[in-house]
């Protein structure tokens, strides 16, 4: 069985950093894209950012380019989320997620396993 544990989340102010990481186990981490999405309150969920196996290349969302970097310890089947200079509107619940893909995807149908997410606050 497949589980994704995010940590490292939590309440921080406007301009500050968090490091999201994300344990996989149940699945063979070096063969498996991993991602992160985030859902506010009342919105979709939505794409943030994904790494594909090697940790070679990397995808992120227009909105955290510059300021979340994705990376991935395939040692320790751990894959982080970076996040420096954050804002009010990056508060979310943020979810680790793992693809069979073979490309990077963006779109969350493609992706197969989700974690429980964990909260992330950006206050003023």
């Known amino acids: 069985q497949v589980h994704l544990v995010e940590s490292g989340g939590g309440l921080v102010q406007a301009g500050g950093s968090l490091r999201l990481s994300c344990a996989a186990s149940?699945?063979?981490?070096?063969?498996?894209?991993m991602g992160w999405f985030r859902q506010a309150p009342g919105k979709e969920r939505e794409f943030v950012a994904t790494?594909?196996?090697?940790?070679?290349?990397?995808s992120c969302a227009d909105s955290v380019k510059g300021r979340f970097t994705i990376s991935r310890d395939n040692a320790k089947n751990t894959v982080y989320l970076q996040m420096n200079s954050l804002k009010l509107e990056d508060t979310a619940i943020y979810y680790c997620t793992a693809s069979k893909a073979t490309f990077l995807p963006i779109n969350l149908h493609d992706y197969n396993y989700w974690g429980q997410g964990t909260q992330v606050t950006v206050s003023s």
């Open positions: 790494i594909t196996v090697s940790g070679g290349t990397t």
């Open positions: 149940g699945l063979t981490f070096t063969n498996t894209v």
